[in-house]
């Protein structure tokens, strides 16, 4: 799969369902998944006009659409779009959106051409996983913050993964208590990708490294993501349907997810250096 990228595609999204509907659910406060089975997409109310962030695949628009309306809001009343990164598992229906909704898109700058091109000339995909491009109309940095009606979500630049991708903090008061929500990404890599010896793009080692550290100083109460699997959706929701919002607060999943994909990336350079592997126990 690390030289075949139509493959890995096709594997991916059958067997991770990335193209599959699912029933949409309230995490937090103002805070819904719309997605599809295997891929993160999350709507944020407000009394201002709503938030879409990712996307998913091409064929998710209708999808997220169904999802909003069966949770009773509109999708004409999405004024903003966000996302974490450029690939097409998660921005591949902005377009689809955009035309439908007329809402604004806002992107960290590394990932400003990418989605304006459809993600041509990626550093590993090149045109296999290219799809309708979309206008950008904020083009964000580091640390650049998105405040509407009651929600406030501050964009940090993650890159590795993509050059440009980007985690969300939300910061939310719901029912007296405050939550930290964040949407952590940039830290993981695709087979096929070169993080040390030839990398894949100048600096890529050193935009993991400090990715890896900026995440790893966030503090959230509940974390959510691109791919579901990463932060247990089914088992959540399901719990949550006794526990309420409880189910949803994991600082220590957190804490392991980072760590894990610190050390995946550690042991991936080793082993494009030749280092020796440690001996086993």
Known sequence: MANDNSLFLALAKKALKWEEPVEPVRIVGPIYFV?????GVFLFTTSEGNILMNTGMSSSGPMIV?????????????????NGHAHI????????????TGAQLAVMKDDVAAMESGDKDDFKYANDFAYEGVKVDRVLRDGDQIRMGDVLLTAYHT?????GATTWIANLVVDGKAYVVAFPDGAGF??????????SYPGIEDDYRNTHHALEMIKP?????????????????KRAETEGVN????????RRFIADKK??????????LGAPKAASK
């Open 35 to 39: 997605g599809t089975k295997g891929l």
């Open 66 to 82: 169904d999802s909003i309306r069966k949770l009773g809001f509109k999708p004409e009343d999405i004024k903003l779009m966000i």
């Open 89 to 100: 598992d998660h921005a591949g229906a902005f377009a689809f959106m955009k035309k439908l």
């Open 159 to 163: 890159p590795g993964h993509t050059r």
């Open 190 to 199: 695709n087979p096929g990708y070169r993080v040390a010896k030839d990398p």
């Open 221 to 237: 109460d509940i974390w959510l993501a691109q791919h579901n699997e990463y932060y247990d959706l089914e088992g959540k929701r």
């Open 247 to 254: 189910a949803w607060i994991d600082p220590e999943g957190y």
């Open 263 to 272: 050390r995946a990336f550690e042991d991936e350079v080793d082993e494009e």
